[in-house]
């Protein structure tokens, strides 16, 4: 599943520079850092919300893009606060469904589907940003900057970071050169083996 052809032109048209960022096949924030060897902070993490707005009590709730760093948390009290909302809950799949969305693989690009976006002021500090282009195998690595000038979102405090270190892979010891390996018969402990072979050795250096 590739990058969305709809969001390339899109930004093209734009005329927004952008990298194309293939990957093996990941379905979170955490593993797309791992894979790539990227910091957290570098990376958006994109959630869909539906939000109940005061004026629209009659006509039902708006959905919105949620996007913060991949190191927070989204508190949707915060999201409720920001957009001034009644009320802020996470949109179920059917929703996701509904705009030809998949969940684990968003995009910030709202404006493509009718969708407003609200984006974490605490993004704002990250010059270049990897964000989600609907897929799970590529993203895309562009200025934050020009993400904010084409989508126009609701700049807030939207969530809460929490502490979360990148495992990095454990290094294999190579074995040492000089390492010496003791061979025992089975049921003979190793020192029995070695005492039992020093005194072959006494008795040899006698004769």
Avoid: C
């Avoid at 990058?3 to 379905?27: M, N, R, W, Y």
């Amino acid at each position: 599943m590739t990058a969305s052809k709809k969001i390339l032109l899109h930004l093209g048209k734009k005329k927004v520079k952008f990298e194309v960022v293939p990957h093996k096949t990941v379905f979170t924030a955490y593993d797309l850092a791992q894979t790539l060897g990227e910091k957290l902070d570098k990376i958006a993490k994109t959630l869909l919300v539906h939000v109940q707005l005061p004026e629209m009590k009659k006509q039902g709730k708006q959905t919105y893009l949620v996007v913060v760093p991949a190191t927070y948390y989204v508190d949707l009290q915060k999201v409720r606060k920001s957009l001034k909302a009644t009320k802020a809950e996470l949109a179920p799949e059917k929703v996701m469904a509904k705009f030809g969305l998949k969940p684990g693989a968003l995009s910030p690009f709202g404006s493509l589907r009718g969708l407003g976006v609200v984006v974490d002021k605490a993004l704002l500090r990250t010059k270049d940003v990897i964000v989600g282009a609907e897929s799970f195998t590529e993203h895309l690595r562009m200025k934050m900057k020009d993400l904010v000038a084409i989508e126009t979102p609701v700049i807030g405090v939207l969530g809460k970071k929490h502490k979360i270190k990148i495992q990095k892979k454990p290094v294999k010891k190579a074995k040492g050169r000089g390492s010496i390996r003791i061979k025992t018969r089975p049921g003979v402990p190793a020192k029995a083996g070695i005492h039992s072979k020093s005194k072959k050795m006494k008795k040899s250096n006698k004769k």
